[in-house]
């Protein structure tokens, strides 16, 4: 069965520090791998995908992530937190080729402080 | 910008009664989806819906859910009998694509079950 890990269940970090969010894949034939982001009483939002083209993606928001198959993983980072940045992040993955049936991680809760 | 929405967001009910959550997708959207996620818990896929059809659920979604286009605009799931385990935030979502395409979802309807 596809899965996906968070690593970190909460991570924060100072404004203009960086940022890393971690998240691996099990592995699978040509995993389609998204990173999502709920802000508080809003929708989730699509921050980036990767989808087997460039495996370094650029999202919204300065974020980007690497889509690493070596190491089955697919990393958030942004090299300067945002105070607007605080918010839930979810590593997404579906196997099936499709935008259904996504599988969620638990996601990480960035804090962000002065 | 075009956004799915979802009425209502909060609703309270009693066990045993029927709930019904409605969506108004994107409008050009051809592919709907609900998910949910229990409070603590990963956001997990119910139903995937395309062309007046079920495309694919998961073993969440058993008789007492629904899913329903009535009028070429709303998106409803309905809980026919709800139980205390109902109780979580459905987010409803639609694409434009089937296959690896983006989910737009919406703000979520936060249901209470007591």
């Known amino acids: 069965a596809q899965s996906v890990t968070q690593l970190d269940s909460h991570v924060s970090v100072s404004e203009g520090t960086p940022v890393l969010l971690r998240c691996n894949y099990s592995s699978s034939y040509s995993p389609s791998l998204f990173w999502y982001v709920q802000h508080p009483n809003k929708g989730l939002q699509l921050l980036l995908k990767?989808?087997?083209?460039?495996?370094l993606v650029k999202g919204i928001n300065g974020f980007e992530a690497e889509f690493k198959k070596s190491e089955t993983s697919f990393h958030l980072t942004k090299p300067s937190a945002h105070m607007s940045d605080a918010a839930e992040y979810f590593c997404?993955?579906?196997?099936?080729?499709?935008?259904?049936?996504?599988?969620f991680g638990t996601g990480t809760r960035l804090q962000v402080t002065l | 910008e075009p956004e799915v929405t979802q009425t209502p967001s909060h609703q309270v009910t009693q066990m045993g009664q029927e709930v019904i959550l409605r969506c108004v997708p994107i409008s050009n959207h051809l592919y709907f989806y609900w998910y949910r996620q229990i409070l603590g818990q990963k956001v997990e896929f119910l139903v995937s819906?395309?062309?007046?059809?079920?495309?694919?659920k998961s073993e969440i979604f058993d008789d007492q859910f629904s899913v329903e286009r009535p009028d070429g605009s709303n998106f409803t799931l309905k809980i026919r009998s709800t139980k205390l385990e109902d109780s979580a935030m459905y987010f409803c979502?639609?694409?434009?694509?089937?296959?690896?395409?983006?989910?737009?979802f919406g703000e979520g309807s936060r249901l209470t079950v007591l």
């Open positions: 990767y989808t087997s083209a460039a495996t």
């Open positions: 979502a639609s694409s434009g694509q089937g296959r690896t395409g983006e989910l737009f």
């Open positions: 819906f395309y062309n007046n059809e079920i495309s694919e």
């Open positions: 997404v993955v579906s196997y099936t080729g499709t935008a259904s049936k996504l599988t």
